[in-house]
């Protein structure tokens, strides 16, 4: 499978990271009832498999009390020792990532470690972290840097067994001599699920994705006073609707009121893949299903639109077009010809994306290091980890503002790729942030004094765009091939609905659930055999809503002369009227102008005429060939075929003249002799009254047939 550059590039993010980090970038902070909760749903064997220790809790160092550390660790390996190193403050990201990155304060062992629980999972150890001999509350009030720390946990032999990795940061009671200006963070929630539509036409969501939703939702409604912008799906919102779920609908809304939602396409899609095929249509598409969407719910988006990676050139073209509302971008991630993500340094949280003529459009780019810890698969190590950069940051660098982008749910394709020297690699995927970390999160930027919680408007508003980067398309997201089927057969599928459309005279009602189902299959997170599974459950229904439409045979017909009307009868079985396009093709026929003729045909029998010219006299097989009304004819409704003779029209014609001629010749024979006999009498000739007669209207008896309204394409 051919990688997109944006792709390899977001992997090749999580596998450094998860080398730089190492044993876990671990902060402290003193956790609410949320933290608490993190302990319980996010314990998982695979954490202590892979990392060797899975850290539960990590409270601040105070005045009254050290910090205290709980992890959970192999029963085996919990009758160890543990060894403590204190380091001096970090100041550049640089120094957070390495290990050791500054000169050592103190080391010592910890002798007062305490089982607090054991299951079928490990142990859970509780660890206060206390130096002999070091003020901890007294050293941060000084410098508010994060301090590292490095716990070592050995066997009896000595020998290392499990490593961890943290930082000290003060308590919400340590003063700081010089409290550092506020560290604006806007914080992008990213709460797409995949889709719930189906191709039988219905919905169902995820139980457990709507869970997880529905919770997150209620921790925006407890924190409504801590800003931040939200990426929402409005798929999942029209699912939920057509299910009847209007609980669920006013939860969703409830957390989303008064919030910064930023604007996205309906279901996420792959931008770069329909640009390259110069599909544009489908991207606006996915905006307008989305602005629709969102106003259902009573919601509106921003005019700042989200997507996963920076668009291309050509993207920002058509989102930026005339009509379009969209006046900037956030992106989950930064260019990417610009500096690694792990530098000496964030990057300016906004720059400008270009489009093809090279105009500038603001795009606020999330920090790298930041969101990918934030989807660590131990969220409590991301969590810390974000904490203790953040607050770096707040105090260490000259940044004003930082994005961070954190999602709810784990993306399938992504994987966190840990090397240990006594383990191996291992392979994890990509966590979802608990709707409890979530809270955590929000708690600790808002309850900070380094920390200003904020949007990407605030961000916008408050930050000057530094550069500007034009993206280039680049190669393909996925293997070639499977997008070059979905769309080859997608094309064909398109022609076949318009053809529907035009046969049903553009019903609303029965064409937009099939534009729906097509939208669903232009998702990025949906297989190949999903999306072909989509496209040929609207073709099927495009089959099965083209028939009724019969052609009845009818006897010889003879025409005498070179233009006619040749009589057609269709019946229409639906019990509404349908749009036709009839065509007549034969070997000395031609139909007036070369033209096909649209007919509207009422339910029943319906006797239309089709002007058509003789091209020679003779006798000649007329094929009916009754199709869609669209422009390409792409459904065949009926065929049949009739003769038909053309008699010889000069001939005609002249026998009609001689015959013409003997007549007249024979009446001014007649009058002449009578004239001359009345002149030898010398009498008067009167003639006679004829005969009078009524005039009658002709009137269509019931059930005349319907002649069929026609007009030309």
């Known amino acids: 499978m051919t990688n997109s550059r944006a792709n390899l590039r977001r992997r090749l993010d999580l596998a450094a990271l998860a080398l730089l980090v190492a044993a876990s970038l671990l902060a402290a902070y003193a956790p609410g009832a949320s933290a608490l909760q993190v302990e319980e749903d996010r314990t998982s064997p695979s954490v202590v498999d892979a990392f060797g220790v899975d850290l539960i809790s990590h409270t601040a160092a105070t005045t009254s009390s050290p910090a205290v550390i709980r992890f959970r660790i192999a029963a085996e390996l919990s009758t160890g020792s543990l060894r403590a190193r204190l380091h001096a403050p ?36 509780s660890v206060p ?153 489908v991207v606006g598409d996915g905006l307008e299903r989305s602005t629709e969407a969102l106003r259902w719910a009573g919601l509106e988006a921003s005019t700042v639109m989200y997507s996963e990676l920076p668009l291309a050139a050509e993207a920002v ?21 610009g500096p690694a993500p792990f530098d000496s340094g964030p990057r300016p949280p906004v720059t400008s994306v270009t489009d093809a003529a090279g105009r500038g459009h603001p795009l606020v780019q999330s920090d790298s290091l930041l969101s990918a810890v934030l989807r660590f698969p131990d969220a409590e190590r991301g969590l810390q980890s974000a904490r203790a950069e953040l607050l770096r940051m707040a105090v ?81 997201s996925g293997d070639p091939r499977d997008f070059d089927l979905y769309l080859a057969r997608r094309i064909q599928v398109e022609r076949r609905l318009e053809a529907y459309e035009s046969f049903r005279g553009d019903d609303p009602f029965l064409v937009a659930p099939l534009r729906t189902l097509l939208a669903v299959s232009a998702s990025r997170l949906l297989t190949t055999g999903e999306r072909t599974g989509f496209l040929e459950a609207v073709d099927q229904q495009v089959a099965q809503g083209t028939t009724g439409v019969e052609f ?108 013409a001629a003997i007549v007249l010749a024979a009446w001014w024979l007649q009058t002449l002799r009578k004239r001359a006999r009345d002149a030898g009498s010398g009498g008067a000739t009167v003639a006679s009254p004829g005969p009078v007669s009524d005039n009658a209207e002709a009137s269509s008896s019931p059930g ?8 030309r394409t």
């Open 552 to 659: 009845l045979p009818r006897g010889p017909i003879t025409v005498t002369g070179r233009r006619a009307e040749l009589p057609v009868t269709l019946v229409n079985s639906r019990p509404s009227e349908t749009m036709v396009a009839v065509e007549l093709t034969a070997h000395r026929l031609r139909a007036t102008g070369g033209e096909r003729f649209v007919f509207t045909l009422h339910p029943g029998r319906n006797d239309l005429a089709v002007p058509v010219v003789s091209t020679s006299p003779g006798s000649t097989l007329v094929t009916v060939l009754v199709t869609t009304p669209d422009e390409a004819g792409a459904i065949a409704l009926t065929t049949g075929t009739f003769s038909v003779r053309f008699a010889d029209a000069e001939g005609v014609g002249l026998l009609i003249l001689v015959l």
């Open 129 to 281: 972290v206390q130096p002999p001999g070091e003020d901890l509350a007294g050293l941060l009030s000084r410098d508010a840097r994060p301090l590292p720390l490095h716990l070592e946990m050995t066997d009896a032999a000595g020998s290392v067994v499990a490593r961890l990795t943290t930082f000290l940061t003060r308590g919400a009671d340590v003063a700081v001599s010089e409290p550092a200006r506020p560290l604006t963070v806007a914080v992008i929630l990213d709460l797409r699920l995949p889709p719930s539509h189906l191709a039988d036409g219905g919905a169902a969501v995820d139980p457990a994705s709507l869970h997880r939703a529905l919770r997150i939702a209620e921790v925006l409604t407890e924190r409504s006073d801590v800003p931040l912008s939200v990426v929402i799906s409005p798929e999942t919102l029209d699912a939920l609707a057509l299910i009847g779920d209007d609980t669920s609908v006013e939860m969703l809304r409830s957390g989303l009121q008064g919030r910064q939602l930023l604007a996205t396409t309906w279901t996420s899609l792959d931008i770069a893949d329909w640009m390259r095929e110069g599909r544009a249509d």
């Open 396 to 476: 260490a660098d000259r940044t004003t503002a930082v994005v961070v982008s954190v999602s709810a749910y784990a993306e399938p394709s992504l994987d966190w790729l840990w090397f240990d020297t006594s383990r191996g690699p291992t392979a994890l995927p990509v966590a979802g942030i608990e709707p409890a970390a979530l809270a955590s999160l929000l708690d600790m930027i808002a309850g900070d004094p380094a920390l200003r919680p904020a949007t990407v408007n605030d961000v916008l508003a408050q930050e000057l765009p530094v550069g500007a980067v034009t993206v280039a398309l680049g190669d393909r």
């Open 90 to 125: 970090v100041t550049t990201r640089d120094e957070m990532l390495a290990i050791p990155s500054t000169p050592l304060i103190t080391e010592w062992d910890i002798e007062d470690a305490r089982t607090v629980s054991t299951d079928d999972q490990g142990v859970v150890v």
């Open 317 to 337: 073209t058509a989102i930026t077009g005339p009509e379009s509302h969209i006046a900037a971008f956030a992106s989950g991630a930064a260019p990417f010809d």
């Open 704 to 711: 005349t047939p319907s002649t069929g309204d026609h007009t």
